[in-house]
């Protein structure tokens, strides 16, 4: 919650996107006392997405036009979204994109980046999501470019979350002391992002990924422009877009 917390104490207005609504709730009422609004949203889910976006979009718009004569969406989420200099889309990737892959054929036919379900699978369908993170980071960078909206992908640092429960038992007796031990905790594992969302005069460096509130040269996959775009394309028809 420190990534949240610090960004509404320089001003921001804060959406917490979360999965279980107890403890979006229980963030919230630390963030202002409460005053910070909380959607559901399960990334897991595209429907959940979507009516996350469209409740957003309603919290954020009516109907109508705008006082330029504009059509309420486009003239909100289009044009003035550029106008807002500077805005900022951060994804939060790992280094371990240096190990992902893309297999297209595998993507197209199992609508998976792995082909089976084995502890190795999963860790390889890790890396692999976050090697498409900081692609689309690139491609969105290109898309982007010239409009004064700058995006940017990055690496946390090993960060002890939450994300543990989902080991299974015998993994989490080995690597829980450990964690807790050598692992960043939540506030360190946010001063990234903060760097990222808040760093004056990066605005040149759009589409790069950072660590350590540093710039960081990205593994050989992650430059290429031409995988890239080639995933945000595959990436367009699988979500329906």
Known sequence: MPRPLELSKRGARVILACRNKEKAEAAAFDIRRGKEP???????SLKSVRNFAESFLKSMMGPGRTEDGLGMAFGVNHLRLQRCVPSRIINVAALLHRFGNIDF???????????????WHNFQAYCSSKLCN?????????????????????????VYTELCRSLSPWLQILIVPFAKLLFLDPEGGSQTTLHCALQEGIEPLSGRYFSNCALQQVGAKGRDDALAKKLW????????L
């Open 105 to 119: 054929p595998l993507l197209a036919s199992k609508k998976d980046l792995v082909s089976g379900q084995s502890t």
């Open 233 to 240: 394309e595959v990436s367009e028809r699988l979500s329906g």
């Open 38 to 44: 909380h959607r559901p949203l399960d990334l897991a």
């Open 134 to 158: 900081v692609l689309f980071t690139r491609e969105l960078a290109n898309r982007l470019e010239g409009s004064a909206v700058s995006c940017y992908s990055l690496h946390p640092g090993v």
